[in-house]
């Protein structure tokens, strides 16, 4: 009720500094205790982790890690903050962030701009919550493509005992050449790498850390069929599905609809949803899905549910729908 109201005035401000603002208020909300959401508990064993409830926050809302606790306060069943990177960097230039009202929809091409994964870590000790906390990791946009892995390496050893989960973000629209690491020999050496540093970091802290992929909506099913195979092969813990999409469809003739960047929002759903699917037949409960993509509504979460995921995530949805979609979908689930 009360976003309702605000959110007019929100959406007179730039996006981005609506965002900020956003965030800035929750946490004064949160200090003087005025924000919490009471959400039933509906508990999920996903991974080895049991979750309080299956809806989670998607990456890139908080992407240094500084509101966990205000955020935790609306009801997630788990966080996911990043994407970080080994270095600080200011991200693509501005303006890089745009609503598209008329379909629900967001456009962005922020290019991971974040603070540094050193910084994160300093946020995320300083935090309060003891939920589950997923962490997504980058590589730095000058970091050449060829040697990403080095760059996933350090942020996964940095994290690994700071995240209940680690997800490595391969599929942003808005990192040159970063969605070449989702084919061929290219994601074989990552997923191996990686996968061989996460179980000597299991051994060295005898406690193991789930490994996670991120993959766009914009995959062909060969790349679907390869991905899975690949996920199979290498033992990967889990798979988010999907990041935003290059398609167009649906915003075309709006304003903005034409900017560079990754599609969120409602046009998403239905493309991302059947690329769960798709994986859901593919890896036949092997490993298990996170849906993520268009949820707006309750309903919605639950078609993800259908498609074959077992949690689920929202961001572009709180920005028109509010937080009480966080409580809307775990009573629909």
Same mark, same amino acid.
């Given at each position: 009720?009360?976003?309702? @109201?605000?959110?007019?005035?929100?959406?007179?401000?730039?996006?981005?500094?609506?965002?900020?603002?956003?965030?800035? @208020?929750?946490?004064?909300?949160?200090?003087?205790?005025?924000?919490? #959401? =009471? !959400?039933?508990?509906?508990? &999920?064993?996903?991974?080895?982790?049991?979750?309080?409830?299956?809806?989670?926050?998607?990456?890139?809302?908080?992407?240094?890690?500084?509101?966990?606790?205000?955020?935790?306060? @609306?009801?997630?069943?788990?966080?996911?903050?990043?994407?970080?990177?080994?270095?600080? #960097?200011?991200?693509?230039?501005?303006?890089?962030?745009?609503?598209?009202?008329?379909?629900?929809?967001?456009?962005?091409?922020?290019?991971? /701009?974040?603070?540094? !994964?050193?910084?994160?870590?300093? /946020?995320?000790?300083?935090?309060?919550? $003891? %939920?589950?906390?997923?962490?997504?990791?980058?590589?730095?946009?000058?970091?050449?493509?060829?040697?990403?892995?080095?760059?996933?390496?350090?942020?996964?050893? $940095?994290?690994?005992?700071?995240?209940?989960?680690?997800?490595? /973000?391969?599929s942003s629209p808005n990192t040159k050449n970063l969605r070449s690491l989702q084919s061929g020999d290219a994601l074989t050496e990552l997923l191996q790498t990686?996968? *061989?540093? =996460?179980?000597?970091?299991?051994?060295?802290? *005898?406690?193991?850390v789930p490994l996670v992929l991120k993959v766009a909506p914009d995959l062909e099913p060969s790349d679907i069929e390869f991905i899975a195979q690949q996920l199979? *092969?290498?033992?990967?813990?889990?798979?988010?599905?999907?990041?935003?999409?290059?398609?167009?469809?649906? !915003?075309?003739?709006?304003?903005? %609809?034409?900017?560079?960047?990754?599609?969120?929002?409602?046009?998403?759903?239905?493309?991302?949803?059947?690329?769960?699917?798709?994986?859901?037949?593919?890896?036949?409960?092997?490993?298990? @899905?996170?849906?993520?993509?268009?949820?707006?509504? %309750?309903? #919605?979460?639950?078609?993800?549910?259908?498609? %074959?995921?077992?949690?689920? #995530?929202?961001?572009?949805?709180? &920005?028109?729908?509010?937080?009480?979609?966080? $409580?809307?979908?775990?009573?629909?689930?």
């Amino acid at each position: 009720m009360l976003y309702s @109201l605000a959110r007019p005035l929100l959406f007179s401000l730039a996006p981005e500094r609506a965002h900020e603002l956003t965030l800035s @208020l929750l946490k004064s909300g949160h200090k003087m205790g005025l924000m919490r #959401q =009471q !959400v039933a508990a509906k508990p &999920v064993t996903c991974m080895g982790i049991e979750f309080p409830n299956p809806v989670g926050l998607a990456a890139g809302l908080d992407k240094n890690g500084a509101y966990i606790d205000a955020l935790a306060a @609306l009801g997630f069943g788990f966080i996911e903050i990043g994407t970080i990177t080994p270095r600080p #960097q200011a991200g693509n230039p501005h303006p890089r962030l745009f609503r598209l009202p008329q379909a629900k929809a967001i456009i962005n091409r922020m290019g991971f /701009n974040n603070d540094g !994964v050193d910084k994160l870590i300093e /946020n995320v000790k300083a935090a309060k919550f $003891k %939920g589950v906390l997923g962490i997504n990791i980058g590589k730095n946009a000058d970091t050449p493509v060829e040697k990403a892995v080095d760059d996933y390496l350090i942020c996964l050893e $940095k994290v690994y005992n700071y995240a209940s989960y680690i997800t490595v /973000n391969i599929s942003s629209p808005n990192t040159k050449n970063l969605r070449s690491l989702q084919s061929g020999d290219a994601l074989t050496e990552l997923l191996q790498t990686l996968k *061989q540093r =996460q179980l000597a970091l299991a051994e060295e802290h *005898q406690h193991y850390v789930p490994l996670v992929l991120k993959v766009a909506p914009d995959l062909e099913p060969s790349d679907i069929e390869f991905i899975a195979q690949q996920l199979l *092969q290498f033992k990967i813990d889990g798979l988010i599905v999907t990041n935003t999409t290059l398609s167009r469809e649906g !915003v075309e003739n709006l304003p903005h %609809g034409d900017e560079a960047g990754g599609l969120s929002g409602a046009p998403v759903f239905e493309k991302s949803t059947a690329c769960l699917a798709a994986f859901a037949k593919t890896l036949e409960g092997k490993i298990p @899905l996170i849906g993520v993509g268009g949820i707006l509504s %309750g309903e #919605q979460a639950v078609a993800k549910r259908n498609a %074959g995921a077992t949690l689920v #995530q929202v961001y572009s949805g709180l &920005v028109y729908t509010g937080p009480e979609l966080v $409580k809307d979908c775990v009573d629909a689930l």
